[in-house]
Nanobody, 119 residues
Framework: VQLQASGGGLVQAGDSLRLSCAAS????????MGWFRQAPGKEREIVSA????????YYADSVKGRFAISRDNTKNTVYLQMNSLKPEDTAVYYC?????????????WGQGTQVTVSS
């Protein structure tokens, strides 16, 4: 699966952004999807995940209550709505496909989109 992420940018603390990830192919509904991020000098971490038909979601503790993941299976697209952004949310955000639920191993990655939050 090929993934194309978009929607990153430079915002101020407290602002919102919505990331989008468009997937190619006809097997989108087979995949758990997710968003990861990697800040400078840190390892890549799971941010949020959503199951194939959106019945289940997962959020890292650091983003609970502020971020919301969703998917539109008719458009092969997964979204990450990010509200109340903080400087510590600054990172490159990656879309991932075909996640193993719980271990968060992925078989497909997008190219990443930069999110920068200024204080």
């Amino acid at each position: 699966v090929q993934l194309q992420a978009s929607g990153g940018g430079l915002v101020q603390a407290g602002d919102s952004l919505r990331l989008s990830c468009a997937a190619s192919g006809r097997t989108f509904t087979r995949y758990h999807m997710g968003w990861f991020r990697q800040a400078p000098g840190k390892e890549r971490e799971i941010v949020s995940a959503i199951s194939q038909l959106a019945a289940s979601t997962y959020y890292a503790d650091s983003v609970k209550g502020r971020f919301a993941i969703s998917r539109d299976n008719t458009k092969n697209t997964v979204y990450l709505q990010m509200n109340s952004l903080k400087p510590e949310d600054t990172a490159v955000y990656y879309c991932a496909a075909d996640l193993r639920w719980g271990s968060w191993q992925a078989n497909g990655w997008g190219q990443g989109t930069q999110v920068t939050v200024s204080s």
